[in-house]
């Protein structure tokens, strides 16, 4: 079963996915290291990850996520203007290191 962390701000949740069944449930090939979605059908949003700790995919998917959920939200951000992306990057990426993967900031 998939993990879920919170978006404190949108009072929100982020389904993450680690083991090679779950990525076989959502019809995903177990050899995906990385991807950030939403799914329209559920209305919701998952982050695949490996399952280990690994901080450069959990960065960059995290930056995907924080995209896609500051869009869903209607906050628009640009190449100029992309403060919020950032925010909410290192919060999601904060959240899944210390509750996914139980590592110390």
Request: with cysteine; proline share 1%.
């Amino acid at each position: 079963m998939s993990q879920c962390i919170t978006v404190d701000m949108y009072n929100m949740g982020v389904a993450i996915i680690t083991s090679d069944a779950d990525k076989k449930a959502i019809g995903m090939d177990e050899h995906t290291l990385g991807m950030a979605g939403y799914n329209e059908d559920s209305n919701s949003f998952y982050m695949v990850l490996p399952k280990k700790w690994d901080e450069f995919t959990v960065f960059h998917e995290c930056h995907h996520m924080a995209r896609f959920i500051n869009e869903y939200h209607g906050v628009k951000t640009s190449a100029g203007d992309h403060e919020a992306d950032a925010y909410l990057m290192e919060a999601l990426a904060r959240k899944v290191k210390t509750e996914i993967y139980k590592r110390k900031l």
